[in-house]
Structure formats: C-alpha cells, structure tokens
C-alpha cells in the first residue's frame, strides 16, 4: 500500500461537517501550543517529528482504531514520512498535502444570500487564520471585500460566475494577514478603495472611501454604503450591503471586538471604537445581518460554515456590546489584551506598499492565529 495524501480543502469541509478527525501533530510543542488545526469533532496528539524518528511504535496505542488520522506537518515532508513509518506499522494514516502552510492559505466559498434580481453574496471562510472575505456578484458584476492575499481564489471565482470585478475594497489597513486587494484590482482592472485616514503613509494610488460613500453594482443596482466606524483603525469603514448585511471589517466580531493598539494608539482610539459600537451600530437597522472580516473560534461557525449573526442578536449575546461603565469599557480594551500578531508591523508595511516579501516570506509573516479581537 501506498500512503495517501489529503488536501486542506477536504479537511475544511471535515471540520465544517463536523466530521470525527484525530491530527496527529508532528511540529514542535511551541508551534503546536500556538496555533493548530481545530474544529467541534477534532482530536489532537502533538508528538514532535524528531522525537519519532526511531520509530512510531511508542505512539501507536494513542492512535484510535475507528477514527481517521491524519499527519500534519509545517510543509508536508516530515508528516509524510510519519505516515509512511506508521502504515509500515500496520496503521493507516494519511499526511496533510502542503502541511500547514496549506492549512492557513485554504479558502472556502460560502453562499451568504440572495440579494436583488439574482444577485448574491458569498463568502470566503480561512478556517486556518481566521480571515473572511466576501464578494458581492450582481449582473455579471462583482465587488470583493477584505481580500486576502491568495488573490487566484477570487479572481477564479468570479470567473466561474461569469462576473468582471469592477470593485475592490478594504475596511482597513490590515495588520494580521497581507491584502490582496491592489492585486486583484490591478489582475482586473478594477477600481481599488481605501480609507483614507489609513493611507497617510502608502506608496500606491487608491480611490477612497468616505462615510455616506456609495456604489451601485449591476443593472439591478445592488447597493454598497460605506459607514465610518473607527476604533480599530482610524479609518475603519464597514459596508451596509442592500440594507441586508452589514460587514463591520475588524470592529465588530460574533463573539468579541476589534482591538485598537495594532498601531500603537490604543489610549487614543479606544474612544471612536466605543463611539462606533455604542452609537453608530446601535442607530441601524437590528435585523441587520453582521459579517465580520474575522472569526476568533470555531464555535462562531454556523452549521453551512458560515460566520454571521443578526446585529439584534449581538446587542445582546456580545460581552463587548453591553458594557455601560466607559472606564470599565477603556479597561478592558487597552489592558491584558492577547499576544499581538506575528509580524503584523512588517504585515502593515506591506500593505502600505513599503516592503514587498517575496511569497514564501509572506506565508511566513501570516503564519499563526487571528489575533484581531479584544479577547
């Protein structure tokens, strides 16, 4: 028997389907406590690869027998040869194609809605990072948001729905994942938008984006309404998507808040980040549905693997949307907050066009967890 292979796209609809998979984890216990394959039916051992490679037989009896195991690695190789050792054991096991690296570039398309005459809005779920992006089709037109940087999903996509991009959008000057946004609008010819409170230092031209700002998309007009809601970044705009959804970039998530301090002014900020979650989002429409440009934990997922919430629901489940004390509030957000992201300063200078990493050192850079939210 030859040892298989499985891809992250079958992994992610595992974990969306809530299917039973045991992660047999051969990176070293730091990169494992940090960030790892996760999900509702999941099981891990991590057992690093050099302590295996006198053999496997020591980790047998933790391997279970009616459960399908597979071998991650950080590239593929070493989980590889893992299952190989394995299989030469008796126990079948397959490795992760790409290894985790693949794990955190993997996107999954997931339909949103139906918007006006046909129109839709789709989402695309990075189960390894935590990102979302969303793209807007409408008459054989389309719009992205929060791009990230595997910019061929998109532009394959909309492909497939026989759409021309025409716009692309960020909410903001990222600082966790590197943006695809000015690729994707370059591949297209599309036009390209960005705050313009977030781009007093980038080195490209962009269209920006102004609160009341609006587009329409297709012969059916489908509407996208910029709403100025600063906090995470001074620039943060969410997008009202024909009076049905709202994408709130990294302000607003299903579970917690965007945090300020990714560019050192948490003291400063954190009053426009109370402003636009006490104020502006509490003066739109509550059947609002809420899309956020990140998820922090699987269990924000729904059951078709989508991240979304009626904005009602959030005034009232969301620790952070029921704070009435506004120290306790500034507290809670500028003290204690988690680890910052891996590279998320050098990840902000790509994206303001200063550096530019070859791809491998972008992989690089996004490797780890979404660390966007307050908690």
């Known amino acids: 028997m030859t040892v298989q292979s499985i891809s992250a796209a079958e992994v992610s609809k595992k974990v969306v389907n809530k299917k039973p998979l045991f992660i047999l984890d051969v990176r070293n216990e730091d990169a ?9 039916s999941i099981e891990h051992l991590n057992k690093p690869y050099f302590d295996l490679l006198d053999g496997v037989e020591e980790i047998i009896t933790y391997l279970p027998e009616e459960k399908e195991i597979v071998v991650a690695c950080a590239k593929e190789g070493s989980s590889q040869m893992i299952a190989e050792m394995l299989l030469e054991e008796g126990v079948e096991a397959k490795f992760l194609e790409g290894g985790m690296k693949s794990w955190s570039e993997h996107l999954e398309p997931v339909k949103i809605g139906n918007l006006t005459d046909g129109a839709e809005l789709f989402q695309f779920v990075r189960l390894g990072k935590g990102c979302l992006s969303y793209m807007v089709i409408a008459d054989g037109e389309a719009a992205v948001i929060d791009a990230t940087r595997m910019t061929d999903t998109f532009l394959n996509f909309a492909k497939e729905k026989n759409a021309v991009i025409k716009h692309v959008f960020d909410t903001h000057l990222h600082a966790d994942h590197i943006s695809g946004g000015r690729v994707i609008a370059e591949a297209a010819g599309a036009a390209y938008y960005l705050p313009p409170a977030d781009a007093g230092e980038v080195t490209f031209d962009f269209q920006e984006i102004t609160d009341g700002w609006k587009v329409g998309l297709g012969k059916s007009n489908v509407e996208i309404e910029a709403l100025y809601t600063p906090g995470h970044t001074i620039g943060s705009t969410s997008f009202i998507v024909n009076n049905q959804y709202l994408l709130t970039g990294d302000i607003l998530f299903i579970d917690s808040i965007g945090r300020p301090d990714l560019a050192g002014r948490a003291e400063d900020w954190v009053g426009d980040l109370r402003d636009s979650l006490y104020s502006r989002y509490p003066a739109l429409a509550e059947e609002l549905i809420v899309l956020p440009a990140h998820f922090m934990k699987m269990g924000e997922l729904n059951n078709d693997g989508s991240v979304a919430k009626k904005l009602k629901d959030l005034f009232t489940e969301n620790h952070g949307l029921n704070i009435k004390d506004t120290q306790e509030f500034r507290d809670m ?16 200078k790509t994206n303001m066009g200063k550096i530019t990493p070859e791809e491998e050192e972008q992989r690089e850079m996004e490797i780890g967890p979404n660390r966007c939210a307050v908690r």
């Open 333 to 348: 957000v500028t003290i204690n907050l988690p680890p910052q992201p891996n590279a998320y300063e050098e990840i902000r």
């Open 32 to 40: 494992f406590a940090d960030w790892k394959i996760e999900g509702e």
